[in-house]
C-alpha cells in the first residue's frame, strides 16, 4: 500500500510543469495577467520573488518537479495561477471531454 502511494506521489509530480510566459497565468477570477497592464507589472513583481523563493524551498534546478512546485505555491499566494489544464501535460486527453 506504501509503495502504491508513493507511486501516485511521484506520478503526481511528473505532470507538473512550469508555465513562465505570462499568458500563460491568470488571476483566479479568468483574467489573463498579459491581457491588463497592471496585472502585468504585479506579475513581473510577483515571478522573480517567487523564483527566488522557489531556489529557497524547492531546488535550484529550474527544472525539477520541487522547483517548480514551490513556484506555483509562491504565486497562488499572491493570487495568480496557472491556465488550468493547459498548463498540465497530462491533461491533453482530456480537454474535450467534457464536451461530450
Not at 12 to 17: D, E, F, P, V
Not at 20 to 26: I, L, T
Not at 77 to 90: K, Q
Amino acid at each position: 500500500m506504501r509503495a502504491l502511494i508513493a507511486l501516485g506521489m511521484l506520478a503526481s509530480l511528473a505532470c507538473i510543469s512550469a508555465a513562465q510566459a505570462p499568458s500563460q497565468w491568470q488571476t483566479y477570477a479568468g483574467v489573463g495577467v498579459d491581457t491588463d497592464p497592471t496585472l502585468q507589472m504585479r506579475f513581473d513583481r510577483t515571478y522573480p520573488y517567487c523564483e527566488q523563493e522557489a531556489v529557497r524551498r524547492g531546488s535550484p534546478d529550474a527544472g525539477s518537479l520541487w522547483h517548480v512546485t514551490a513556484l506555483r505555491s509562491c504565486m497562488y499566494r499572491f493570487g495568480i495561477v496557472d491556465r488550468g489544464s493547459y498548463a498540465y501535460p497530462a491533461n491533453a486527453v482530456f480537454y474535450n471531454f467534457l464536451d461530450r
